[in-house]
């Protein structure tokens, strides 16, 4: 079997399209529940799509690459498709990150607060509808039969942001690439210090520190990690092949997915609340400990694989 | 801009030649990997006890967190020794760019503050009783502010530099 970005991008891109989907009308339907089980999964369920989102979009460009110059192929349709997929993600990873607030301040008291409620209603349903005209567009490249002979696609696009455009934007300025890498370095100094004093702590170093606290710096690793998102997306936009095949940073990719499941493995299973109970000079059990020591492996190995995005170009061959 | 000529001669010493263009994995993005990690290190606790000397996270206690004064060093000293090894493999790009010396003057306070943090507030015996020195709001804030323009200081190193190498503009 011959693995490349085309076949990745259409293996992911269920992912955004269901999991918005999925997400909405379990969201929708926990309003009629009478447990927080539904809304929580819900939830989880933006959370994870949001992650998966990335990668999705971001396989999209070896997968362009690979088909514009094929028969019957249109690179105007292929553009189009890209510009509704650069709007359409900044309302999933939004959502997500609602979601993630909503999650983390429903552990106590055990409901999401109301504005949050409300802000994850407008955003998911924006999101599907986006991810919809997205999925449309992706198919519209190569299934002539589905296209729309009305005009109407090409009226939404006047809306969405061109691709051309959005990359010449990014790299327009040497001082908007600086500010952004800037920025990217701040998250990860917030990721790494909050990030980082729970997991040692957890595998035994400042034994004094009760864990339950060290919690509450979470919300600001994850906080900078949003700000390293945001300014990874819009770097890719403005210099996707750069991006594309270099291994370093598809290598980088997978670890940061890996590693936000190692918080979602450490908050959603037991290692969570053995931990909660952990007091000043005790020890935490051996399956939080290899989260914690697996998490920390991670976080590190994706500064180091960003570190070799630059010298690693073009590492895969096309 | 006048550079001077011993710059000239450490670049082509063997040390500073290999660093540059060595196509080894052990090259100049080694040492710039070990150059983020010991930020990381040093700068990202050293936020954490400065937002919890600001007022958040109240609940973890202070006194422990004296602990992670020492992996702040480690993370120091390997930023000081990674940053040697950077400076002799493009000494005349770092040497000529007044954004450099920015950036040792930024560090050099924020650990000058990191220091008084840790005397002030953490080697105080009345720690225990929960009372933190009056001015650690106005240290910690400082740590903040230092640590965030040395950080962009070092960032824009290779955007303000007027050579790459002696005789070699920057871009």
Redesign the interface.
């Given at each position: 079997m011959h693995v490349d970005f085309t076949h990745l991008h259409l293996l992911l891109n269920h992912f955004p399209i269901l999991g918005t989907l999925i997400g909405l009308v379990l969201f929708l339907t926990s309003f009629f529940a009478n447990t927080q089980d539904l809304r929580r999964s819900s939830l989880v369920i933006f959370v994870v799509t949001a992650l998966l989102t990335i990668p999705t979009f971001m396989t999209g460009i070896g997968a362009q690459v690979k088909m514009v110059d094929q028969p019957g192929i249109s690179l105007a349709l292929i553009q189009r498709h890209e510009g509704a997929a650069e709007l359409a993600i900044w309302f999933v990873e939004i959502t997500g990150a609602l979601a993630l607030i909503g999650l983390w301040q429903s552990s106590r008291p055990p409901r999401p607060p109301r504005w949050n409620v409300l802000a994850i209603l407008i955003f998911s349903l924006v999101g599907v509808a986006l991810m919809a005209r997205t999925g449309n567009t992706g198919g519209d490249i190569r299934h002539g039969e589905i296209r729309s002979t009305s005009g109407i696609s090409e009226r939404i696009a006047s809306i969405e942001p061109s691709p051309g455009k959005f990359t010449s934007l990014m790299t327009s300025s040497k001082w908007w690439w600086a500010f952004m890498m800037d920025m990217h370095f701040f998250g990860l100094v917030l990721l790494i210090g909050t990030m980082g004093i729970l997991n040692m702590r957890v595998l035994g170093f400042a034994k004094q520190l009760p864990i339950a606290p060290l919690n509450k710096l979470i919300p600001w690793g994850i906080a900078g990690f949003g700000i390293n998102l945001v300014s990874g997306v819009l770097a890719f936009i403005g210099m996707p092949l750069f991006y594309t095949y270099d291994i370093a940073f598809v290598l980088k990719m997978v670890a940061i997915l890996i590693a936000a499941g190692t918080l979602a493995l450490y908050y959603l299973t037991a290692a969570f609340r053995d931990c909660e109970a952990i007091g000043p000079g005790q020890d935490a059990p051996m399956k939080a400990k290899f989260i914690a020591a697996t998490s920390l492996i991670l976080w590190f190995a994706v500064i180091i694989l960003g570190r070799y995005i630059q010298p690693l170009q073009d590492s895969i061959p096309h | 801009m006048a550079v001077a000529p011993f710059l000239n001669e450490l670049e082509h010493t063997n040390l500073s030649t290999w660093l540059r263009e060595s196509p080894s994995v052990f090259g100049f993005?080694f040492v710039?990997?070990f150059h983020?990690?010991g930020?990381?290190?040093v700068?990202?606790?050293?936020?954490?006890i400065d937002?919890r000397l600001l007022g958040?996270?109240r609940?973890?206690?202070l006194?422990?967190?004296k602990?992670?004064f020492n992996v702040m060093w480690v993370g120091f000293c390997i930023n000081a020794i990674s940053g040697i090894f950077l400076v002799l493999a493009y000494p005349v790009k770092a040497l000529t760019n007044p954004v450099f010396f920015l950036k040792l003057t930024f560090i050099a306070v924020a650990v000058w503050i990191m220091q008084r943090i840790k005397k002030q507030v953490f080697d105080d015996s009345s720690l225990a009783a929960g009372v933190i020195a009056s001015n650690a709001r106005m240290l910690a804030m400082s740590s903040i502010a230092l640590?965030?323009a040395a950080?962009?200081a070092?960032?824009?190193l290779?955007?303000t530099c007027s050579y790459l190498v002696y005789g070699v503009p920057c871009e």
């Open positions: - | 993005y710039l990997v983020t990690l930020l990381s290190l700068v990202g606790p050293n936020v954490v937002l958040l996270f609940e973890i206690p006194a422990p967190l602990r992670w640590w965030a950080i962009t070092g960032r824009l290779a955007y």
